[in-house]
């Protein structure tokens, strides 16, 4: 492929934060090698450096590029100051209580409770932030309506911050915001873990007495990572109540027990802890079995702090992007308590 067909594809990578000029125009191009492209960025961190790197690479993929190499090199304006760490938690300073949602598994419910958790705390009275941890499957977009939105860069004492989105009285952070419609993310290893990061540390948050992290799914070093550099205060497990789930919530027990990370966990939401029928609202079926929610925190050694039905108003709020926990059903109620008992329990 010749330069110029690769410069081509290179246009098609756009800066979200910078007016949504791709990187050729940014003059961000710095060299072309074969299949490796250098990308040169004018500060030691872009806040969007890992989105662009993987945009990058998915580009060169879709251009045909097997294995196309990214690197990129900083462009320092000033004299660059003595190392620090790669990331700080400076913006986290005004947030009282930062806490994972998380499971041993997918599929169980943790977007749909940690937005539900989140509108629901905001509901209550409380200043909330959720950041979404699921780089590979980002659904807050959806979840709260926001898809489609970017959220805008913002210069403070001399770093780049990312504003989070305000909707439903909460704050919220995706790396959805910067993906375009319907294109997956290539990550590779240690890129993944760093856009996440920064979708968390590099977040104008401001005040706030909640910040959830929707997890992504699974217990693998991707998790250990966040856990390691996020200064999370202590976690909340997501299950579903059959027996077999037991064993996938002790992983994820145990991945905030692990001596290194030794991280409390508040407790454990039952989801779909029964089913409703839309047409016989007061009938509850326990499809899944009875109280095997209580008997895994039992056996966890936790506070089961709520039970979610599985009722089809709250798939259907999520897919349309009003959460159900900002309504007057049934279904609103039990998010707001669980919001509740969290809220006491921590204080
Ligand atoms: N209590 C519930 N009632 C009805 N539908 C639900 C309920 N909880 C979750 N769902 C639906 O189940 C699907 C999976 O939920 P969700 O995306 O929240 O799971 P997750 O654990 O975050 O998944 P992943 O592991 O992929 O991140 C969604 O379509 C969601 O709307
Ligand atoms: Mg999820």
């Given at each position: 492929?010749?330069?110029?067909?690769?410069?081509?594809?290179?246009?098609?990578v756009r800066?979200?934060?910078r007016?949504?000029r791709?990187?050729?125009?940014?003059?961000?191009?710095?060299?072309?090698?074969?299949?490796?492209?250098?990308?040169?960025?004018?500060?030691?961190?872009?806040?969007?450096a890992?989105?662009?790197?993987?945009?990058?690479?998915?580009?060169?993929?879709?251009?045909?590029?097997?294995?196309?190499?990214?690197?990129?090199i900083?462009?320092?304006?000033?004299?660059?100051?003595?190392?620090?760490?790669?990331?700080?938690?400076?913006?986290l300073?005004?947030v009282?209580?930062?806490?994972?949602?998380?499971?041993?598994?997918?599929?169980?419910?943790?977007?749909?409770?940690?937005?539900?958790l989140?509108?629901?705390?905001?509901?209550?009275?409380?200043?909330?932030?959720?950041?979404?941890a699921?780089?590979?499957?980002?659904?807050?977009?959806?979840?709260?309506?926001?898809?489609?939105?970017?959220?805008?860069?913002?210069?403070?004492?001399?770093?780049?911050?990312?504003?989070?989105?305000?909707?439903?009285?909460?704050?919220?952070?995706?790396?959805?915001?910067?993906a375009?419609?319907?294109?997956?993310?290539i990550?590779?290893?240690?890129?993944?873990s760093?856009?996440?990061k920064?979708m968390?540390?590099?977040?104008?948050?401001?005040?706030?007495?909640?910040?959830?992290?929707?997890?992504?799914?699974?217990?693998?070093d991707?998790?250990?990572?966040?856990?390691?550099?996020v200064?999370?205060?202590?976690?909340?497990?997501?299950?579903?109540?059959q027996?077999?789930?037991?064993?996938?919530v002790?992983?994820?027990a145990?991945?905030?027990?692990?001596?290194?990370?030794d991280?409390?966990?508040?407790?454990?939401?039952?989801?779909?802890?029964?089913?409703?029928?839309?047409?016989?609202?007061?009938?509850?079926?326990?499809?899944?079995?009875?109280?095997g929610?209580?008997?895994?925190?039992?056996?966890?050694?936790?506070?089961?702090?709520?039970?979610?039905?599985?009722?089809?108003?709250?798939?259907?709020?999520?897919?349309?992007?009003?959460?159900?926990?900002?309504?007057t059903?049934?279904?609103?109620q039990?998010?707001?308590?669980?919001?509740?008992?969290?809220?006491?329990?921590?204080?």
């Open positions: 492929m010749t330069e110029a067909q690769i410069l081509d594809l290179l246009r098609q800066h979200p934060a007016g949504d791709d990187v050729v125009e940014l003059g961000m191009v710095h060299k072309i090698d074969g299949s490796t492209v250098t990308l040169a960025f004018p500060k030691r961190r872009d806040p969007l890992e989105y662009l790197i993987g945009a990058t690479r998915a580009a060169l993929i879709r251009g045909g590029i097997r294995d196309p190499k990214v690197e990129t900083v462009i320092e304006e000033a004299a660059p100051k003595k190392k620090g760490p790669e990331f700080d938690t400076d913006n300073r005004y009282r209580h930062i806490v994972g949602v998380a499971s041993g598994k997918g599929g169980v419910g943790k977007s749909t409770v940690a937005v539900n989140a509108c629901a705390l905001a509901r209550l009275g409380y200043k909330v932030g959720l950041a979404d699921d780089v590979y499957g980002p659904s807050v977009p959806l979840m709260t309506g926001t898809e489609g939105e970017q959220p805008m860069a913002e210069e403070i004492d001399g770093k780049e911050l990312i504003v989070p989105l305000e909707k439903y009285g909460a704050k919220w952070m995706s790396i959805g915001y910067f375009e419609r319907g294109q997956a993310l990550w590779r290893g240690p890129m993944a760093n856009a996440l920064q968390i540390l590099q977040v104008k948050w401001g005040e706030l007495d909640f910040l959830l992290v929707d997890m992504p799914p699974g217990t693998g991707i998790h250990i990572s966040l856990l390691q550099e200064p999370m205060e202590g976690a909340v497990l997501v299950t579903t109540p027996e077999v789930a037991l064993a996938d002790e992983k994820g145990a991945m905030f027990r692990n001596k290194n990370i991280r409390p966990i508040f407790g454990l939401v039952e989801n779909m802890a029964w089913f409703t029928p839309a047409e016989h609202p007061d009938e509850k079926y326990y499809i899944f079995g009875r109280d929610g209580a008997r895994m925190a039992e056996s966890l050694g936790i506070e089961l702090l709520g039970r979610i039905p599985l009722v089809q108003s709250i798939r259907e709020s999520g897919d349309c992007g009003e959460p159900a926990a900002l309504g059903r049934p279904d609103a039990a998010f707001l308590d669980l919001a509740g008992r969290l809220a006491e329990k921590l204080g």
